[in-house]
């Protein structure tokens, strides 16, 4: 399974225990996570935090760079 499923599993479990109905937009990204704006059964703002833990690491995009040539 992908990381993206492991995602897709985990949203439908938020979505069945009524914490989050809905996904109204993204409102930030940083080098760790992306977060969203949600609401919840209740139509109450809530914020959901998804990790990059598994996808592009912080780390590997920094010793990937094509401009740090070898340096250490």
Do not use: W
């Not at 992306?34 to 010793?63: A, H, M, Q, W």
């Amino acid at each position: 399974m992908t990381v993206l499923g492991y995602d897709y599993l985990a949203l439908i479990v938020l979505n069945k225990r009524g914490h989050i109905k809905k996904i109204i937009s993204k409102i930030g990204v940083g080098k760790e996570s992306d977060i969203y704006k949600c609401t919840n059964d209740k139509n109450e703002p809530v914020i959901l935090k998804l990790t990059r833990l598994g996808r592009n690491s912080f780390r590997s995009v920094k010793r990937n760079r094509d401009y740090l040539g070898h340096r250490t």
